[in-house]
């Protein structure tokens, strides 16, 4: 099984954030540069790297044999599952810590970072 169809059962459709936007990365979020796969680890994580200011992106995951993900950024602090996204609306360039939980302690480290651009720096 390739890793987009291994990819595909996490975007279900009620993710309404920019839909048919979303289902493309879905399926081809593998080749994207602003995914990270951590196969040792069983961990996808996929979202927007660069957000135009006063625009809003995402950061999804999946965290295989976890329970929960803790989210912290600038200003935002979530627990979510395991397998879940979170919608971002940066101010400046922000790193988001995910850490991914399990009981008896275990744990995982990653991080997202989500660029800010000017609407001058979009324009083509």
Request: aromatic share 10%.
């Amino acid at each position: 099984m390739s890793n987009c169809q291994r990819f595909a059962d996490f975007c279900p459709q009620r993710y309404a954030f920019g839909h048919t936007w979303l289902m493309m990365i879905c399926f081809c979020v593998i080749m994207t540069p602003a995914t990270m796969l951590h196969s040792q680890s069983d961990v996808l994580l996929t979202g927007s790297r660069e957000i135009t200011l006063g625009d809003k992106g995402f950061i999804a995951w999946r965290f295989l044999n976890f329970e929960s993900v803790q989210v912290v950024g600038d200003t935002i602090s979530v627990i979510r599952g395991a397998r879940d996204m979170i919608t971002i609306q940066p101010t400046r360039t922000t790193v988001y810590k995910l850490t991914a939980l399990k009981q008896g302690g275990r744990r995982f480290d990653t991080v997202w970072r989500g660029v800010v651009l000017s609407p001058a720096q979009t324009d083509s």
